[in-house]
C-alpha cells in the first residue's frame, strides 16, 4: 500500500509557529553565548560552547525544513528521522559543553534559554519520532 503523501507531508513538516519559536530561542542562545559574560576554567569550552551552538542551529534548520523536494514519501520519512537523530546528537554536545560553564552574569540567561528550547525540541522530537517509526513499521509489516 503507498504512502499517504498528505499525512507523510504533515509528519515531516514541523508547524511554521514551532519553526519560528525554535529560530528565535537560537538565535536569541547563539546571541547570549556570543556577546554574554559567560566563563569557565577550563580553556577553550567556551569557544567550544559557540561552535556547538552553531552546529546545532545548523541541525535545527535541516529538522525543520521542507522535504517536498524528496520525491519518495518513504525517503521523506527517512529524511526526517535522520535529522532528528543529528539534532540529538547536536543538543547532546551543547548541554555537555553547557554543564562546563561555571559563572559569569549571563550564565542564568543562557541556561534558560537552553531549557527552554531543548525542552521544546525534545517534546516535539519524542512526538514525531514515535508517529514516523509507527508509519515506517505499518508500510514495511504490509509488505511482508
Known sequence: MPFDEELVDGLVTPDAGKVDFWRTQWVQLMEMALWGEIRSHQIGSV???????????EKLRSYGSNRKWIPHPRERVKNCL???LHLHEA???VAESMASLEGGGSLATLEALWDTLSGALQEDLILREGRLVTLLNQQYNEEV
Request: no cysteine; hydrophobic share 40%; proline share 0%.
Open 47 to 57: 569557544s567550544r560552547l559557540r561552535r556547538r551552538i552553531l552546529d546545532f542551529g
Open 82 to 84: 535522520a535529522s532528528a
Open 91 to 93: 543538543m547532546e554536545r
